[in-house]
């Protein structure tokens, strides 16, 4: 199947360890984004990255890195310096056609204990 | 900041239309509406984007006013799946696009 992957769907991390979340496409787009979820509130945009090896901060991005060394993956590193890191993280791609929609992945939710 | 305002929560019956509004009165002229929805701890679905003209595709119908300062989204025959968050959002059309969500409606279908 076609899709775009998140792994793990739950994770759970001490507080001030560094968590990697990945994301992987096969959908052959070129634009890779990630965003966070609080509860009850909307996406917030993260990183996102339009082709590889170039990427540019989102509105939330204090905190978080993120590296685009292959096309098809796009893995977001939640640092201890990102104060408030349990969230539900989403991850999406796009293609360079003429809609431009967003696809997103199932989500990785993060608790930090 | 979102760009959209839309009522925080909706009820429609199971098999009647349902009408999504959304307000955007400061909407460019080369700024598109896009919908999406998100069932409780998925990721956002695409749904339907327009620019001035109405749209409609197998999943719903997009009606744009003249002036482009507001919109419906229609789920002509909703069922009990159609229960979610639907999110009502403006942007231009490029490369990487920075979508900005606001709360959106949490739309309840009830059999």
């Known amino acids: 199947d076609g899709g775009i992957t998140q792994s793990p769907k739950y994770l759970f991390r001490k507080e001030g360890q560094n968590v990697t979340l990945s994301c992987e496409q096969n959908l052959n787009h070129d634009a890779m984004y990630w965003y966070r ?22 509105d ?16 977001l590193t939640v640092t201890s ?22 696809y997103f992945g199932p989500g990785t939710r993060l608790t930090v204990l | 900041d979102a760009k959209t305002t839309q009522p925080p929560s909706m009820d429609c019956a199971e098999g009647r239309a349902a009408n999504l509004p959304c307000n955007h009165s400061t909407i460019s002229g080369n700024e598109y509406v896009y919908w999406y929805r998100q069932i409780h701890s998925q ?23 003249e002036d482009r300062k507001s919109s419906t989204l229609i789920l002509p025959h909703a069922t009990l799946r159609d229960t979610a968050v639907y999110y009502c959002i403006v942007s231009i059309i490029q490369g990487a696009q920075k979508l900005v969500f606001g709360q959106g409606t949490r739309l309840t279908i009830n059999p």
């Open chain 1, 37 to 58: 979820q609080d509860p009850g509130q909307g996406l917030r945009l993260i990183y996102y990255s339009q082709i590889v090896n170039d990427f540019q901060k989102g």
């Open chain 1, 60 to 75: 939330i991005a204090e905190g978080y890195s993120v590296s685009r060394e292959k096309k098809e993956s796009f893995p």
């Open chain 1, 81 to 102: 310096a990102q104060k408030n890191p349990t969230a539900f993280y989403l991850c999406a791609s796009s293609a360079w056609d003429s809609r431009y929609t967003q």
């Open chain 2, 43 to 65: 990721g956002p679905q695409y749904i339907i984007h327009g620019l001035k003209n109405n749209e409609t595709n197998e999943m719903a119908s997009l009606i744009i006013t």
